[in-house]
């Protein structure tokens, strides 16, 4: 696999980072969309002769009630995805699960997406900036103590010192306290 690996090496390197450009505007959070990581892990793959097949495997598909108690398909999806090299014929699978909800029949889409997007991601190591095991709402809750006890308050997003108008006035509009700047970037995106 010595061929392989040395190609694999090369498309870890090229796509060692993809940006966040997908945006939840409900919760209010950035992500790399499956799109992005598929696009320019693609280009590297033909770039550097690797050929992919990607084979789903239906682990489950359950029926759920959301908050709103409707009932919903909740299907759960494994993503082999089988690499292989033109020039040496060497191959190796990398594999991802995910998981899709909906209330029409885009579950098992939504699970195949997730999957191979992470199957890519975690595989090849490529970074968004983020942390999956991250808690959100304890990191908030600590930055507000931290805030208060120096009296100060700072931007959610770029960190910037802001008064308590403005954090007052943000919280209400974007849902999380923001400086200007970043108050006329949420007002473009949206």
């Known amino acids: 696999m010595k061929n392989l690996a040395k190609k694999?090496?090369?498309?870890?390197?090229?796509?060692?980072?993809?940006?966040?450009?997908?945006?939840?505007?409900?919760h209010h959070y950035k992500y790399a969309t499956s799109a992005d990581v598929l696009e320019k892990v693609n280009a590297s793959l033909v770039k550097n002769g690797i050929c992919s097949i990607a084979v789903p495997e239906l682990l489950n598909i359950v029926d759920v009630t959301n908050s709103k108690d409707n009932i919903e398909r909740?299907?759960?999806?494994?993503?082999?995805?089988?690499?292989?090299?033109k020039d040496s014929g060497e191959t190796v699978t990398i594999t991802g699960i995910g998981s899709g909800q909906d209330s029409g029949d885009k579950a098992?889409?939504?699970a195949q997406t997730a999957a191979i997007k992470y199957a890519y991601l975690l595989s090849l190591?490529?970074?968004t900036g983020d942390d999956p095991e991250a808690d959100q709402k304890t990191d908030e809750n600590i930055k507000a103590i931290n805030r208060v006890s120096k009296g100060a308050y700072h931007c959610y997003d770029c960190n910037a010192e802001i008064n308590e108008r403005i954090r007052l006035y943000s919280e209400k509009q974007f849902g999380r306290a923001l400086c200007i700047e970043c108050q006329r970037k949420h007002k473009k995106i949206a």
Do not use: P, Q
């Open 125 to 127: 190591a490529i970074s």
């Open 108 to 110: 098992v889409m939504k």
């Open 8 to 26: 694999m090496l090369n498309i870890m390197n090229e796509c060692s980072h993809v940006l966040k450009k997908g945006e939840n505007n409900f």
């Open 74 to 85: 909740l299907a759960t999806v494994k993503m082999n995805v089988l690499l292989i090299d």
